[in-house]
């Protein structure tokens, strides 16, 4: 039941075509589950606590921070709050999300767990950002960790090349935003 997201890569390795999809379909911007829900924060968990590995340095932990900020800011609910650090990160975390550094295979930014119920409410999260992170521009940095939130969120991947939840980032972006049908898709559960 519970599905893996493998984060964005580094770098734009080819020019694939962008599909965006249309605006009566903006449900396949979340993930879908198994019995073909959209997969979400359900109202009884946000809002979602999260705690930041002791090992992540200052520069880091202010984007993460300012990350989890500018998508509180997008909803009238309270969606993130930080309670503490965290010193070990184990599979399970009782609820509460952690995101830390940690070793992924080079050109993965970051890596999103995304447990969900039957109904598609999530339940269990966990962010491990890649260790070289720290060695990347910060536009760079704020766009992965956007991104990877995105994914707690239960946004999916998308194709649309200018779009926060788009697979890839690259070393000359500003920071983005979300882009009209990402917010669309995501005010349908987080207005
Ligand atoms: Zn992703």
Redesign the pocket.
């Known amino acids: 039941m519970t599905k893996y ?4 890569l580094f770098l734009l390795t080819s020019c694939a075509t962008t599909i965006q999809p249309p605006l009566s379909s903006i449900d396949v911007q979340y993930i879908i589950t198994e019995n073909m829900k959209p997969a979400h924060q359900c109202d009884k968990s946000l809002p979602v606590f999260y705690m930041i590995g002791v090992n992540v340095p200052a520069d880091i932990y202010m984007v993460i921070t300012e990350s989890f900020n500018y998508w509180n800011s997008l909803s009238n609910k309270k969606l993130f709050m930080q309670i503490g650090y965290i010193k070990e990160v184990y599979d399970s975390e009782g609820g509460i999300t952690p995101i830390s550094l940690g070793a992924l295979p080079s050109k993965v930014g970051g890596r999103t767990r995304v447990g969900y119920d039957i109904d598609g409410c999530i339940f269990e999260t966990k962010i491990v950002l890649n260790f070289d992170i720290q060695y990347l521009p910060v536009s760079m940095q704020h766009n992965i960790v956007r ?1 990877e939130i995105g ?1 707690l969120l239960g946004l999916d ?1 998308s194709n649309n090349k200018e779009g926060i ?1 788009n ?1 890839s980032v690259s070393y000359h972006e500003k920071i983005k935003n979300l882009i009209p049908i990402e917010l669309i898709a995501f005010k349908l559960f987080y207005l």
């Open positions: 997201v493998i984060g964005l991104h994914h991947d939840m697979r």
